[in-house]
């Protein structure tokens, strides 16, 4: 018998709760994203608090609720890798074994550059590891005079393509990274995702990106528990990347966001909805503007916005609706580099009229998220897919 109308998951895309047991295979042993936050930031985060997060895990400032109001623990990540898609897919319910392909330390390939110059009729510059930000201040101004084509990545398995909005075009640009995305299916240069980066401005110090990006994903190898919503009449509402990182499989309605704040905007109008199923929602500025630029104060007071607005979000709920928190991989501002890092994700559970928490175990998968939401909604999983239900355990 269903349990919960509505399920409600809010990824705060890389906020990891301490290095993972096989963080040194990843060379992140030591990396603790939320933890080195609070020891850089003052924190003032009443509801994750109350929630229980800092019975999860220590944080400076932070102290521990003396009776939680909801349930905590830390999920382990099961697949390889620490990306954005791998993360999010186990979710619900797939287990990734071959990590996607980076080019962080040497650009992408001379064959695939001629081949995408080729197809797309533009002479590529960039080709190297970049912030989203600075690439702009190099060749930008190259690129608005000469019509020549951004190419850059990260320390994720991204090819991203910049385009100028007012010189290059939208249209342009899109069709561009739609010959990059075929191209990049090969095995050997198979990237996550090709992200069309548009940005405006006509000289150094002035460009400033748009909230007109599209990620073009590879689609999940198999179903996911999504798919067997959508399939079971359910409604899959997915909020800020979701719809572009599972390629749109499984999704009912995708609402884009502008930034971390206006998802979680979006998420409380969402809880004024009528609907029956999943609201999916991934908040991706912890992530993309702090964790990659290692900046742990800007990071902390976006986690300070995000318990701002969880607090209307959790006055919205109804009673019949069960709210997750969670993350997709760790990304500590204060670690080397500008990676992702491989930690425990934390997992919070709440429901209006939960009269005490508690810490549950911890599991060995992010898949009990899926699992979870399928339980209740009396889905059963597929072979191929991984996970348990905890469903029983939030009393």
């Not at 002479?123 to 690129?143: Q, R, Y």
């Not at 005079?145 to 939208?170: K, P, R, W």
């Not at 990182?245 to 971390?260: L, M, P, R, V, Y």
Request: proline content about 4%; charged content about 25%.
């Amino acid at each position: 018998m269903e349990r919960f109308k509505r399920i409600f998951v809010v990824v705060m895309d890389s906020f990891g709760a301490g290095d993972a047991p096989d963080a040194a295979e990843y060379g992140d042993e030591g990396a603790d994203t939320m933890g080195h936050i609070a020891e850089r930031t003052v924190l003032r985060i009443p509801h994750l608090q109350r929630l229980g997060l800092a019975n999860l895990h220590p944080l400076k400032g932070v102290d521990p609720a003396e009776h939680p109001m909801g349930y905590y623990t830390r999920l382990r990540e099961k697949s390889v890798g620490k990306d954005t898609m791998t993360g999010h897919w186990e979710m619900m319910g797939l287990y990734t074994q071959k990590p996607f392909i980076t080019f962080t330390d040497t650009g992408f390939p001379p064959e695939l550059i001629r081949e995408l110059e080729k197809r797309t009729g533009h002479k590529v510059i960039g080709n190297k590891s970049a912030s989203g930000t600075a690439i702009l201040d190099e060749p930008g101004e190259e690129e608005i005079a000469t019509g020549h084509m951004i190419v850059y990545t990260s320390a994720d398995s991204v090819l991203q393509i910049c385009g100028n909005e007012e010189t290059f075009g939208l249209d342009e640009l899109y069709r561009c990274c739609e010959i990059a995305r075929e191209l990049t299916m090969r095995d050997e240069w198979k990237v996550g995702r090709v992200i069309a980066r548009p940005y405006v401005g006509k000289k150094r110090g002035e460009f400033r990106r748009t909230s007109n990006r599209h990620d073009y994903a590879v689609k999940p190898p198999n179903p996911t528990v999504l798919n067997m919503m959508k399939d079971a009449g359910l409604d899959v509402l997915s909020i800020g990347k979701i719809n572009d990182i599972f390629s749109g499989e499984g999704i009912t309605d995708a609402i884009k966001s502008k930034s971390s704040v206006q998802g979680m905007e979006q998420t409380i109008q969402a809880a004024g909805r009528d609907f029956h199923g999943l609201c999916f929602v991934n908040l991706v500025d912890f992530d993309a503007l702090w964790g990659h630029r290692r900046d742990p104060e800007g990071y902390g007071a976006e986690v300070m916005r995000f318990d701002e607005k969880l607090g209307e979000l959790l006055n919205a709920l109804e009673e019949t609706d069960l709210l997750i928190i969670t993350a997709d991989h760790g990304n500590d501002p204060t670690f080397h580099g500008t990676d992702h890092t491989r930690e425990t994700v934390p997992f919070l559970a709440w429901y209006k009229g939960l009269e005490r928490g508690g810490c549950l175990p911890q599991q060995d998968t992010f898949a009990v998220i899926g699992a979870t939401a399928a339980d209740n909604f009396s889905l059963a999983l597929r072979d191929y897919m991984i996970g348990r239900s905890i469903l029983g355990q939030i009393k």
